[in-house]
Nanobody, 122 residues
């Protein structure tokens, strides 16, 4: 069982950077791809990025490609999301989850964490 705990969120200004972390317990962490999602108030959850088990492959939502970078450190059971050039529309609760099946953008995930709030102000 993988149980993620997200951290690193906060209040920043547009153009700033933040790095989120997703620390996952469980011995099987290294075997799974992991994804980051976000949910803004009143909106559906949105795929942000995903990375395969080894860190050699990743996919990004068009809205964050070129600004966000996903990475992982399997020795520390941690997945990171480096967010640069933040925009007002990036404001949301960000959470990570374990990928189980299908394409990264539309596949299935489980073991979602509680999330961390990211607020971008002007």
């Amino acid at each position: 069982q993988v149980q993620p705990v997200e951290s690193g969120g906060g209040l920043v200004q547009a153009g700033d950077s933040l790095e989120l972390s997703c620390a996952a317990s469980g011995r099987t962490f290294n075997y799974y791809a992991m994804g980051w999602f976000r949910q803004a108030p009143g909106k559906e959850p949105e795929f942000v990025a995903a990375i395969n088990w080894s860190g050699s492959d990743a996919d990004y939502a068009d809205s964050v490609r070129g600004r966000f970078t996903i990475s992982r450190d399997n020795a520390k059971n941690t997945v990171f999301l480096q967010m640069n050039s933040l925009k007002l529309e990036d404001t949301a609760i960000y959470y990570c989850a374990r990928h189980t099946m299908g394409p990264y953008r539309s596949g299935t995930y489980d073991s979602r964490g509680q999330g961390t709030q990211v607020t971008v102000s002007s």
